[in-house]
């Protein structure tokens, strides 16, 4: 048996209201809300998060890692590997970036798909952060989030049953190189001539290669741009509305190549043992794979489900700060010393600190300490020191400022001393929060997040957001 053995899911923090938007632009308000990814989130974070929720509480590491995406923030350096690092797996794994299609989530899964029937694992993290032009129905549509799903044969809480794949060579939907938003051609063209005969070709294909008829089917995730769209093409291939698994778009938006694997993640929280979920996926053909979902399908990973980041936002983004954190408006830039980009050979001699967050212990007292040092802070022992993780620890706010002077993209900064359970202490930032909420001895978690770009080089560091006992 194969297939599913863990999954999870992120979305951002922050949220735009379409209402919110259409008023800005004197356009016709569309319902719900687009979440959008802090100024110091990407793809690669984003992924990272939501592979970190999927892989919570495992100490085992995968054979395998992907990471799909349309937004990669380098367009030539692999973030697999920098999602390796940061997890702590870095060394015999193997490692690689989906992308160029929305169907890049699907195809990642399936590779994970084919190492689990070699007897090996995989986990495969899918996040997007595609922009529509201004006024446009992309702007208001596209939103930020990701999924992540670890694959193998033991453990199995989702057994794939069967899949079936098309390409063709198709323009509805794409964008060059240089160019920051998607371009459509035609929406009539595209539904009849590639979206409703792509996808239904891989439905019935799937279907036809399992003996499983549109009636055994609990749920379907479909990728699509709108609702009635998938709606329309599943009731002509024989499916009830209430087979359909709810869209997500008026709650976060479409999310380009995490959209389906997050509708999945959604399906699997809501399912019961027995039941069968198809997946169907778009773009430049279609990719479909029956899931039979086992005990424990419904446990979703760090328990930060569907309802967790419906409850955890904030919604009052202003549509000016938006454009500033898609630089999408050239703003003066701060009237201080620029940043120079990190020291390349130091940072990779540090990568235990500076990607997997490990600090040390003293080895006489047992005093953690971040960053890590030949003498220990407490008894003054020297080179007594042990490597130390401090990630996945829990963490309270011992005392913070709000700092309207340093340059910040969301100002003001909310500096933070954060104590975590068992000893040490970190200087960091405090994100993803409301300001009138931070009190001290708030319970928050580390994440890993940009902290500035310099001569092409993005440098990340760990800082706080409050954990999901401050949001309760």
């Known amino acids: ?50 592979a970190e929720n999927c892989m919570a509480g495992s100490q085992k590491k995968p054979d395998a890692l992907y990471f799909a995406t349309t937004t990669p923030p380098n367009k030539e350096k692999q973030s697999a590997a920098h999602i390796a690092s940061v997890m702590d797996m870095e060394g015999a794994l193997r490692t690689a970036d989906f992308g160029n299609s929305l169907r890049s989530g699907a195809v990642a899964m399936l590779g994970a798909l084919d190492a689990a029937r070699q007897g090996q694992s995989a986990l495969v993290s899918a996040a997007d952060m595609r922009l529509g032009a201004a006024g446009s129905s992309f702007e208001s549509a596209f939103g930020d989030g990701a999924a992540a799903f670890c694959f193998g044969s033991e453990n199995v809480i989702a057994e794939a049953l069967g899949t079936y794949s098309v390409a063709y060579d198709f323009y509805d939907v794409w964008r060059t190189e240089d160019e920051k938003f998607a371009r459509f051609f035609d929406e009539k063209y595209a539904q009849e001539q590639g979206y409703s005969p792509f996808v239904l070709e891989s439905l019935q294909g799937v279907l036809g290669k399992t003996g499983i008829t549109p009636e055994q089917i609990a749920k379907v995730v479909i990728d699509a741009p709108n609702a009635k769209q998938g709606a329309a093409l599943l009731a002509r291939a024989g499916f009830r509305p209430e087979q359909i698994q709810k869209e997500l778009i008026s709650d976060f938006g479409y999310c380009g190549a995490a959209y389906a694997p997050m509708l999945l993640a959604c399906a699997l929280e809501q399912s019961k043992p027995g039941d069968l979920i198809l997946y169907l996926s778009y773009g430049e053909g279609s990719d479909a794979i029956l899931f039979k979902a086992m005990e424990g399908s419904c446990k979703i990973g760090a328990g930060k489900g569907l309802s ?22 050239n703003f003066e830039p701060p009237r201080r010393s620029a940043f120079s980009r990190s020291n390349l050979p130091d940072f990779y001699r540090k990568r235990k600190k500076n990607l997997a967050f490990y600090g040390s212990v003293c080895g006489a007292c047992g005093t953690p300490q971040y960053p890590p040092a030949k003498v220990c802070i407490s008894c003054h022992s020297f080179d007594q020191q042990k490597p130390y993780l401090f990630k996945g620890k829990n963490a309270r706010l011992a005392t913070f400022s709000f700092d309207y002077v340093a340059s910040s993209e969301d100002s ?14 970190i200087f960091t930032q405090l994100t993803d929060c409301v300001l009138e909420d931070v009190v001290i001895d708030m319970p928050v978690e580390v994440v890993y997040r940009k902290l500035y770009s310099a001569d092409g080089i993005t440098t990340y560091t760990w800082k706080c957001v409050p954990s999901a006992a401050a949001h309760a």
Request: charged share 25%; no cysteine.
């Open 412 to 425: 003001p900064n909310v500096v933070a001393v954060v104590d975590f359970e068992g000893g040490g202490r």
């Open 308 to 329: 967790y980041f419906q409850s955890r936002k904030r919604s009052d983004l202003s549509y000016a700060k938006y454009l500033k954190w898609k630089k999408l408006l």
């Open 1 to 50: 048996m194969i297939g599913i053995t863990r999954y999870g899911m992120y979305v951002p923090f922050n949220r735009l209201s379409r209402k919110h938007l259409s008023e800005m632009l004197q356009t016709k308000a569309a319902s719900g809300e687009k979440a959008v990814a802090n100024y110091d989130e990407d793809s690669f974070t984003m992924a990272l998060s939501a």
